[in-house]
């Protein structure tokens, strides 16, 4: 039973630090903007879509024998074509992530040694590099970081929560913005997405997959729950003057919340994407390795170079990989159930209806931030 438990909260950590990343950061910025309402309204409907996309991924997980990730099931259940799908969705979407990371964090340092983001883009390379140190220790140092990360993370919510709630003014809270009632949309989904994740979390579950549902709505739920959190005291705090990275005007403590949320994602993302190219890919593991650590550090180069915005990149990597990776996922399901080769722990019913529907709620969200970038 001990044992159980242990794996559970492993797998767990791997799900909430996967999550809460570089999204959670940008959340209170366009809740400042939309409106804090209009952002708790995403929250609540973007987290019960999600919910259930990551139900009937665990589920597809849990039917097919071997370890795979997202690419390696679209190929057995959608063919050549939904892999190829699945891999642009699936790399671009943690590429935009990488790079998010090493922006926020790269401020963030710039701004606690310094007080401004004069020297964001050296942190946010130097940064880079000590990570792919780290993603070279593989799973051992996954489990280890992402345990202390997620305790720290919602240790400083906790705080933050008890030091700024009497400072919150309902007059930033009921500020309403029309004009950009879609803004949340992009940040949000990029904020829930933790997917990628969950074949990491059956390799963390070992042989109690019995626990995955249980992951899944714990994590899920908690995340669900932090996002309404800080993103009602922030802009409550704060109002229009919230910042894109939010934790910038709580001062240096909670400057730290960032970049722990964003340095156990990215461990994690750049673990499933490292695992991807030598599962789903058959590269060995050194190029593999270097395929998720340096490419998005030139990435990276580009982004400052062309002044792209934080909010910007998690808008983007919400809305186009997201979408397209929870759609695939939506495609997936039906045929998991009846070509997996293994009696899951679990079974979701599938319901056209709502798939149709969830499925054009992203096709929808992928449209407007194309025709919003292309414009």
Not at 56 to 85: C, D, P, S, W
Not at 196 to 210: C, T
Not at 291 to 308: C, D, G, H
Request: hydrophobic content about 55%; overall charge positive.
């Amino acid at each position: 039973m001990k044992q159980e438990k242990k794996k559970f909260w492993s797998a767990t950590s791997i799900f909430i630090g996967t999550c809460i990343g570089a999204g959670v950061l940008g959340i209170p910025y366009v809740a400042a903007q939309a409106g804090f309402f209009v952002a708790l309204a995403y929250i609540l409907l973007i987290g019960i879509i999600i919910l259930f996309v990551n139900l009937y991924m665990g589920e597809i997980v849990l039917r097919t024998k071997g370890n795979h990730q997202l690419v390696g099931y679209a190929k057995r259940y959608l063919g050549e074509k939904g892999k190829k799908f699945m891999e642009f969705a699936f790399v671009f979407g943690i590429y935009a992530a990488i790079v998010a990371y090493m922006l926020g964090i790269g401020e963030s340092i710039s701004f606690l040694i310094f007080g401004d983001s004069s020297y964001t883009t050296l942190f946010g390379i130097l940064f880079g590099a000590g990570m792919s140190g780290l993603l070279w220790g593989k799973m051992k140092v996954l489990k280890r970081y992402e345990k202390i990360g997620v305790s720290i993370i919602l240790g400083l919510l906790f705080l933050i929560v008890i030091l700024f709630f009497n400072k919150i003014e309902v007059a930033n809270l009921m500020y309403f913005n029309l004009g950009n009632i879609f803004l949340p949309f992009g940040v949000i989904l990029f904020a829930f997405l933790a997917f990628y994740s969950i074949p990491e979390v059956k390799i963390a579950l070992g042989n109690k997959e019995k626990s995955m549902k249980k992951v899944l709505f714990t994590g899920t739920l908690v995340c669900t729950i932090f996002y309404i959190l800080f993103a009602l005291v922030v802009v409550g705090f704060k109002g229009s003057g919230t910042p894109e990275i939010a934790t910038l005007v709580l001062g240096t403590v909670f400057v730290f919340l960032g970049i722990f949320a964003m340095f156990t994602s990215w461990l994690a993302l750049g673990n499933a994407l490292e695992t991807s190219f030598m599962f789903d890919e058959k590269i060995k593991k050194r190029k593999a390795w270097l395929l998720a650590s340096l490419i998005p550090i030139l990435i990276f180069l580009i982004i400052r170079f062309f002044e792209f915005s934080f909010t910007y990149i998690l808008s983007i990597g919400g809305v186009v990989s997201g979408g397209l990776a929870a759609i695939l996922i939506l495609l997936m399901i039906k045929k998991a159930k009846k070509k997996g080769n293994r009696k899951p722990e679990y079974s979701i019913p599938v319901n056209w209806f709502v798939i149709g529907f969830l499925i054009l709620i992203f096709v929808l969200g992928v449209v407007r931030e194309l025709w919003l970038v292309l414009r």
